[in-house]
């Protein structure tokens, strides 16, 4: 058995995490769903969300609508206190402080988590297509994480990042980069981070509303910490429109960006 909630499992706030596991696991278990005492922390993140022996995960919005959706079952989005419609989510621009630009006159630099990314790379390409930005100008180097991205732009090495709010809002409390950044704007919500399961259709509804108890029981003080506020049930239809949104663009960014996502899937 495996499980994960690894996006927003920050050094920081890993021991929160795994007490909100240790909740979330004994609402599974009350509702006869057999989950792993510990959750499992590994860098195959692609591996974990194909694997048959998957019973609660957490993907993003993006492999999810590309490719997750069609081998996994959508529990629904957690939703954080970030000042957004429930289950939904956004990005923040950043930039050097002081270097603040309109976009549409942007040529420098940018910086991604992944080319997997919704929050950290569809958005930001989006953003640059949308402003008339020629692609094939700007070069894009993946940092391997949101907190690698806001380092990168603080130190100058990046001209420009999006990152995701929820760890935007951690990277305030914990990274002293973030006073060398500046924020330039924001891009549209999209719905939020993927809870899934490889468990059959039929163990949606208790898996749901186990996560949904488990938020309720969440004291005050780790709802802070998690920034962890509640849940809503989604579809797969909710996540269309973010892979509408990918490939309207995808033929007007350089090869290397659009064949970087298709080679995510991994195939069972």
């Given at each position: 058995?495996?499980?994960?909630?690894?996006?927003?499992?920050?050094?920081?706030?890993?021991?929160?995490t795994d007490e909100f596991w240790t909740?979330?696991?004994?609402?599974?278990?009350?509702?006869?769903?057999?989950?792993?005492?510990?959750?499992?922390?590994?860098?195959?993140?692609a591996g974990m969300w194909h694997s048959?022996?998957?019973?609660?995960?957490?993907?993003?919005?993006?492999?999810?609508?590309?490719?997750?959706?069609?081998?996994?079952?959508?529990?629904?989005?957690?939703?954080?206190?970030?000042?957004?419609?429930?289950?939904?989510?956004?990005?923040?621009?950043?930039?050097?402080?002081?270097?603040?630009?309109?976009?549409?006159?942007?040529?420098?630099?940018?910086?991604?988590?992944?080319?997997?990314?919704?929050?950290?790379?569809?958005?930001?390409?989006?953003?640059?297509?949308?402003?008339?930005?020629?692609?094939?100008?700007?070069?894009?180097?993946?940092?391997?994480?949101?907190?690698?991205?806001?380092?990168?732009?603080?130190?100058?090495?990046?001209?420009?990042?999006?990152?995701?709010?929820?760890?935007?809002?951690?990277?305030?409390?914990?990274?002293?980069?973030?006073?060398?950044?500046?924020?330039?704007?924001?891009?549209?919500?999209?719905?939020?981070?993927?809870?899934?399961?490889?468990?059959?259709?039929?163990?949606?509804?208790?898996?749901?509303?186990?996560?949904?108890?488990?938020?309720?029981?969440?004291?005050?003080?780790?709802?802070?910490?998690?920034?962890?506020?509640?849940?809503?049930?989604?579809?797969?239809?909710?996540?269309?429109?973010?892979?509408?949104?990918?490939?309207?663009?995808?033929?007007?960014?350089?090869?290397?960006?659009?064949?970087?996502?298709?080679?995510?899937?991994?195939?069972?």
């Amino acid at each position: 058995m495996l499980a994960g909630l690894p996006m927003y499992d920050w050094p920081e706030i890993s021991a929160a995490t795994d007490e909100f596991w240790t909740m979330l696991r004994g609402c599974l278990l009350r509702r006869g769903i057999d989950a792993p005492e510990a959750l499992t922390r590994q860098d195959d993140l692609a591996g974990m969300w194909h694997s048959p022996d998957l019973v609660f995960g957490q993907t993003c919005a993006l492999p999810f609508a590309m490719d997750l959706n069609r081998h996994v079952r959508l529990i629904g989005s957690p939703a954080y206190d970030i000042g957004c419609a429930p289950g939904c989510y956004y990005s923040l621009l950043i930039v050097p402080k002081g270097r603040s630009t309109e976009l549409e006159r942007f040529r420098g630099p940018v910086v991604i988590n992944e080319f997997s990314s919704q929050s950290g790379f569809a958005t930001l390409m989006l953003s640059l297509v949308a402003a008339g930005v020629d692609m094939n100008e700007v070069s894009v180097r993946a940092s391997g994480a949101h907190r690698a991205s806001i380092q990168a732009v603080a130190n100058g090495e990046a001209e420009l990042a999006a990152i995701d709010v929820v760890s935007f809002t951690l990277a305030e409390r914990y990274m002293p980069e973030v006073s060398a950044v500046e924020v330039i704007g924001c891009t549209r919500p999209t719905p939020g981070m993927a809870l899934i399961s490889a468990l059959p259709e039929v163990a949606t509804d208790g898996l749901a509303s186990a996560f949904e108890e488990a938020v309720e029981m969440l004291a005050p003080s780790l709802r802070r910490e998690l920034l962890l506020i509640g849940f809503l049930r989604r579809n797969a239809e909710d996540y269309v429109g973010v892979a509408e949104a990918w490939r309207s663009i995808e033929s007007r960014l350089p090869s290397d960006a659009a064949y970087s996502l298709k080679s995510f899937a991994v195939p069972r």
